[in-house]
């Protein structure tokens, strides 16, 4: 959600996307906690109290938004440098060349970094279940965890994932590796590219002695469970109260005791 200043009235729009239309009836059932970066409503600063939180939706609040403020140098060269102009093309195989550049990477770490932040605030060692979405934060999972430790995360990578000669090419690839390892559960769209994730990471920690089995995988103390075909449908439409403790269970059933439900 959006806040934006109409003829002087604090006014709100619902931005079209895809991701929001899928996942706002979960937030909604499940009357949780949505932390996304604050700024691109005119009103967005005016309508959040002094630590970035408002009630949502603003006809009907059932759950709340937490803001992230960043600088306007942040999401240049977080979101339009390393994450757009770096991952982006790279993932895709696109045919341009992707650019890495130090000060992108400096400004995605931060940024994760500072996302990391703002949700352990939130949590603690308090069990809750945290679904982070895209590619925008790959490192963002093992942050989470270090802060986190009884925290559940799962992540969607909504973008493809290349075979590991391609990814081979970006100078922090086993940062990146490192901090999607830092999961429980890890989504994409096809089991084509959780295949090339697997194989990315089984060459690029070889000498880790990396365990693969099926797709399940284990490379130190780290776990990750792998899935595919978890598309914004079916998260939208599935991951409703009784639906999502079954997932749950599918998957593992501990991560659903940890959660504490049945």
């Known amino acids: 959600y959006m806040h934006v200043w109409r003829d002087g009235s604090l006014g709100w729009i619902r931005p079209a996307s895809g991701l929001v239309v899928a996942l706002d009836p979960v937030m909604r059932s499940s009357r949780g906690l949505w932390v996304a970066h604050g700024g691109g409503g005119s009103a967005d600063i005016a309508a959040s109290d002094e630590r970035g939180f408002v009630d949502v939706p603003p006809d009907e609040p059932s759950y709340r938004l937490k803001r992230v403020w960043l600088t306007e140098e942040q999401e240049e060269n977080y979101y339009y440098g390393f994450a757009n102009s770096g991952l982006w093309p790279l993932c895709h195989v696109a045919y341009r060349t992707p650019v890495f550049r130090e000060e992108h990477w400096r400004a995605y770490q931060e940024v994760n970094e500072k996302f990391a932040e703002s949700i352990a605030e939130e949590i603690g060692n308090e069990r809750a279940f945290v679904f982070i979405q895209d590619y925008h934060f790959a490192l963002l999972p093992r942050m989470l965890r270090q802060r986190c430790p009884h925290a559940v995360i799962a992540h969607f990578w909504h973008i493809p994932w290349p075979n590991p000669e391609v990814f081979r090419i970006c100078p922090w690839k086993q940062d990146i590796l490192r901090g999607m390892l830092g999961n429980d559960i890890l989504g994409f769209h096809i089991r084509y590219y959780g295949d090339n994730f697997i194989a990315t990471v089984d060459r ?57 439900r049945p």
């Open 204 to 260: 690029g920690f070889a000498h880790d002695g990396t365990i693969r089995e099926k797709y399940n995988m284990v490379t130190g103390n780290a776990e990750v469970r792998i899935t595919a075909g978890y598309t914004q449908n079916v998260i939208g439409f599935g991951w409703t109260n009784g639906t999502f403790l079954v997932l749950l269970h599918q998957l593992s059933p501990e991560w659903a005791a940890r959660l504490g």
